[in-house]
């Protein structure tokens, strides 16, 4: 095999074992922290349309973005408002930032970082698709930073602890997966 690509191969295979370290080190130190599930784009789709126009100067948050596909649908059919995303882990974020650019959205700030290390105090309204533990953790926070009047939404997992004001049945909704209901709550 010629010197060159004899470099190239080894210079893949490097490649491959340090994503191979990486993911086995995300698994042991943030092993606890629930996996990167893409919302499928027919529920964002949707998840837009029922949250529907926002007014001017809106901030939205969205702790634990993943790849921030909600934020990107919601972005395009708002341009006078702006949108936060918070993802702990870097392939999402990554991902997240690409798919921003690529889009030509510039009222999208992706933050890679711990969510409950995030201020949510300039929130207008808060979008989430987090587990239920994770719902029931945030919610002590929301309730400490976020003004009176902010506005949460969450697809598929409710507060234990706090009364939705509102529930909402996806039309794309199937059986056997997620992304099946919209619960709304305001502070």
Not at 36 to 50: G, L, Q, S, Y
Not at 75 to 90: M, Y
């Amino acid at each position: 095999m010629p010197p060159h690509l004899q470099a190239l191969v080894l210079g893949v295979d490097l490649v491959v074992i340090a994503i191979t370290i990486y993911i086995i080190r995300e698994m042991l130190v943030l092993g606890s922290i629930p996996p990167f599930i893409r919302t499928r784009w027919t529920v964002t789709e949707e998840i837009a349309d029922t949250i529907g126009p926002l007014p001017p100067g809106s901030v939205v948050f969205d702790p634990g973005c993943g790849d921030g596909r909600v934020l990107r649908a919601l972005a395009k059919r708002n341009p006078g408002a702006r949108f936060v995303g918070i993802e702990l882990r870097w392939y999402p974020y990554f991902l997240g930032l690409l798919r921003c650019k690529q889009a030509g959205l510039t009222n999208i700030e992706l933050r890679r970082g711990n969510m409950y290390a995030e201020s949510f105090a300039h929130a207008t309204h808060l979008y989430t698709y987090l587990y239920s533990e994770a719902m029931n953790q945030l919610l002590p926070k929301l309730e400490r930073e976020v003004q009176p009047g902010t506005i949460l939404v969450s697809l598929d997992f409710p507060f234990s602890d706090k009364e939705v004001e509102s529930d909402t049945q996806l039309a794309s909704a199937e059986p056997s997966k997620l992304g099946k209901k919209l619960y709304v709550y305001r502070f």
